[in-house]
């Protein structure tokens, strides 16, 4: 069967550029492949279990309709100076309308009108004062959070709406390679998600591939195969660190999550926080090669004694070596091979004593690891110099910001990487140098989170329907 449109990917861009696009064609044949299941079949058994069991053929976090959205803090930035660097693709202005745009169907959907981070201007202006003071800019951003749980009722909601109006979705199914012709798309190779035993080609005029982290590397062997062109981007290698809520209770009243960004010495490489869960729960996420990363999830309702927030060292790369995937995957190798498979868990004050953490040590610690499974370790006998050093500098400036932040109880979980390096050049309206192929999201290297990804499938739909 030939479709108008295809698109490969079911987390935020591809389920907001099918809802946008159908809207506007609803005489228009749509199919969405997504590789995992509808939302409401995605469960982890780590609810029962209390350990990851390493789920086969995928991790129900990562994959499913609404990607790892779903299983996210489920937090929408507000701001065009957060999420990646799309507006540097689209325009700054062009964003906010976009992000405006876009928060208004997440509310139509069921979204919390209450936005963090807008108040309190005297209180922020002195977590910005003691900011400077560390050497950090403090990025404003409100927040609307939707919360892990409550994302799930939202994005379930988006997934009833596109079937209803006959959008064609094929979950567990996995997309394979694409068909092009005289650089053109002419269509995809499917095949079934879960024994890879059928194979069939689909046809459509467009394509979209919207393939999310989880995809990136795949979409990275596409470019290559294809000779579609694209750039070796920056790789963020760093950890998730936890703290007791006192130690965070200011910021996460005034701001509820701080974005800072700093360059220490002695390197000057970008190193920011990222994802921040007041009452939140350290998680842990599985890719198909058994790599197991380090997340953070913040529920609407239920809360924990804890705060946690990544942060995150950028890395780039370019000659002799320009594949900065590989080299995340490598460090998390390296991490998972000192947890014997699991997500590292190590003291600050252990790092700084240069010693490893004791499984002993932590049960008797004030912070109490929100991620039970974590294996007590050595995270510095894995993690490169100078991610690392980056790390350990940028903790000591955000003290002078959060007093306590550098206490040695103070747990830092390893790795946390984020797999969306790999840049696909792209035009305005998102096409690639393959005509009527398109790319979107945070495997096409331009967003990073939520809302970027969400209202690039936006501008996606609206595009479409203009052509």
């Known amino acids: 069967m030939k479709y108008d449109l295809i698109i490969v990917g079911a987390g935020p861009s591809g389920a907001f550029t099918a809802l946008e696009f159908i809207r506007k064609n609803k005489d228009k044949n749509v199919l969405l492949i997504e590789k995992g299941s509808p939302i409401e079949k995605r469960r ?26 779903a299983f996210s803090d489920g937090k929408l930035s507000l701001s065009p100076e957060v999420g990646g660097d799309l507006p540097e693709l689209i325009g700054y202005d062009v964003t906010q309308e976009l992000i405006d745009y876009t928060d208004n169907i997440y509310l139509e959907f069921g ?27 403090l990025v404003d951003c409100p927040i609307r959070h939707l919360g892990t749980e409550k994302a799930q009722e939202i994005y379930k909601k988006i997934e009833d709406y596109l079937i209803e109006n006959n959008v064609e979705i094929k979950f567990l199914t996995q997309a394979k390679d694409i068909i092009v012709e005289d650089g053109e798309i002419k269509g995809v190779i499917i095949t079934d998600s879960i024994k890879h035993k059928t194979e069939e ?48 209770e200011k910021v996460n009243n005034v701001l509820y999550e701080s974005k800072l960004i700093g360059y220490p010495a002695p390197f000057k490489d970008k190193v920011r926080t990222f994802c921040q869960n007041p009452g939140g729960f350290v998680s842990q996420e599985n890719y198909d090669n058994d790599l197991a990363v380090v997340n953070g999830h913040s529920y609407k309702d239920k809360k924990s004694n804890n705060t946690n927030l990544a942060i995150l060292s950028s890395h780039n790369f370019s000659y002799p070596f320009n594949e900065p995937i590989k080299y995340g995957i490598k460090v998390s190798e390296l991490l998972n091979m000192l947890g014997n498979g699991s997500i590292l868990v190590q003291r600050y004050g252990d790092i700084l004593d240069g010693k490893r953490t004791w499984q002993k040590e932590l049960s008797r610690s004030n912070v109490v690891p929100t991620l039970p499974d974590a294996v007590a370790g050595d995270i510095t006998a894995a993690m490169p110099y100078r991610t690392m050093t980056n790390i350990l500098n940028f903790i000591e400036s955000l003290n002078t910001v959060v007093p306590g932040f550098a206490g040695t109880e ?11 390096s790999n840049k696909v050049e792209l035009t305005t309206n998102f096409e690639t140098s393959i005509k009527n192929l398109y790319c979107l999201g945070d495997a096409s290297g331009w967003t990073r989170g939520l809302m970027m990804a969400s209202l690039m499938g936006v501008k996606m739909g609206n595009v479409l329907s203009n052509k």
Not at 57 to 69: D, K, L, N, R
């Open 111 to 137: 979204a919390d009108s209450k936005i963090e981070g807008i108040e309190g201007k005297e209180e922020i202006k002195e977590i910005r004062r003691k900011a400077i003071e560390a050497g950090l800019k």
């Open 201 to 248: 080609t689909v046809y459509a005029d467009k394509v979209v591939i919207a393939a999310g982290r989880k995809g990136a590397d795949w979409l990275e062997n596409l470019c290559v195969e294809h000779n579609i062109a694209h750039r070796a981007g920056t790789v963020d290698i760093g950890v998730r660190v936890e703290v007791r809520n006192e130690v965070m």
């Open 44 to 69: 982890c058994p780590k609810e029962k279990t209390k350990k990851c069991v390493n789920c086969k053929p995928y991790c129900h976090i990562t994959t499913g309709f609404s990607g790892a959205g």
């Open 410 to 420: 103070t747990l830092l979980y390893g790795p946390e990487v984020k797999f969306y």
